[in-house]
C-alpha cells in the first residue's frame, strides 16, 4: 500500500527566504507526482506536475524535483512571499487515483 | 485549464438527514471522477472511483449504501450522503479528469452535521 509523506508538517519562515518542502514515498511503481496548494476551507490548486519519466519541472518561483528510485519529491519555493502561505500537499498517481501527504502548513511571516 | 464545478461550496444539515454534492467538469467530458474525503489536520482520502455509467468503486472501509455516487453523463456524478450524522462531518472534494491526464479538482465541500 502506497505511503506518502511529506515533512515537516509545518514550517514558518520570513519573507524573502527561500525554501524546500520534502515529500516521500514508499511504492516507486507511479504514473506521476504532483504538488498542490490547498487554501484553508478551499479547494486544490495544483502547482506542478512531474511525469515519472522526468526528474523535474518548474512554474515561476517554484521548481519541483522527482527521484523516482528513492521515492524523493522536493518542491522549492524562491523568494517566499506571505501570499505563499497555506498548506501543500504532494500526491503520487497509481492507476487513475492520488494518493495524498497529509500537507506541509506553510507560513510566510511579512 | 479544465475547470470542475463542485456546489454546494458549504452545507449544514441536521442528523438523520440526506445531502447532495454535484461535480461538474465544465468544459472537457470526464471518463473518471474521484471523490475525497478530508478530516481536519489530515490528508485527502479517496472514497470512491466513479467511472460513467457504470457502478464507483469504493474503497475499503467506504459504506457504499450510505455515500451513494451517481455518474449519469460525462460532465456530471454526484455524492448523496444517505442519514448523515454528526461524524460524517468532513470536507468532501471532487475530481475528474482523462484516463491518467492530469486530474482537476473541485472547489470542495464544507458538510456539518449537527
Known amino acids: 500500500k502506497q505511503e506518502v509523506t511529506q515533512i515537516p508538517a509545518a514550517l514558518s519562515v520570513p519573507e524573502g527566504e527561500n525554501l524546500v518542502l520534502n515529500c516521500s514515498f514508499t511504492?516507486?511503481?507511479?504514473?506521476?507526482l504532483q504538488w498542490f496548494r490547498q487554501d484553508p476551507g478551499k479547494g486544490l490548486t495544483s502547482l506542478l506536475l512531474?511525469?515519472?519519466?522526468?526528474r523535474e519541472q518548474t512554474s515561476g518561483r517554484l521548481n519541483a524535483s522527482l527521484d523516482k528510485s528513492s521515492g524523493r519529491s522536493t518542491l522549492y519555493i524562491a523568494a517566499s512571499q506571505p501570499g505563499d502561505s497555506a498548506t501543500y500537499l504532494c500526491a503520487v498517481t497509481q492507476g487513475n487515483a492520488l494518493n495524498f501527504g497529509k500537507g506541509t502548513s506553510l507560513l510566510v511571516t511579512p | 485549464g479544465a475547470v470542475v464545478s463542485q456546489h454546494p461550496s458549504r452545507v449544514i444539515c441536521k442528523s438523520g438527514t440526506s445531502v447532495k454534492i454535484e461535480c461538474r467538469s465544465l468544459d472537457f467530458q470526464a471518463t473518471t471522477m474521484f471523490w475525497y474525503r478530508q478530516f481536519p489536520k489530515q490528508s485527502l482520502m479517496l472514497m470512491a472511483t466513479?467511472?460513467?455509467?457504470?457502478?464507483?468503486?469504493?474503497e475499503q472501509g467506504v459504506e457504499k449504501d450510505k455515500f451513494l455516487i451517481n455518474h449519469a453523463s460525462l460532465t456530471l456524478s454526484t455524492l448523496t450522503v444517505t442519514s448523515a450524522h454528526p461524524e460524517d462531518s468532513s470536507f468532501y472534494i471532487c475530481?475528474?479528469?482523462?484516463?491518467?491526464?492530469?486530474?482537476?479538482f473541485g472547489s470542495g465541500t464544507q458538510l456539518s452535521v449537527l
Open positions: 475530481s475528474a479528469g482523462v484516463a491518467n491526464e492530469k486530474l482537476f
Open positions: 512531474i511525469q515519472s519519466s522526468q
Open positions: 466513479s467511472n460513467e455509467g457504470s457502478k464507483a468503486t469504493y
Open positions: 511504492d516507486s511503481a507511479i504514473y506521476n
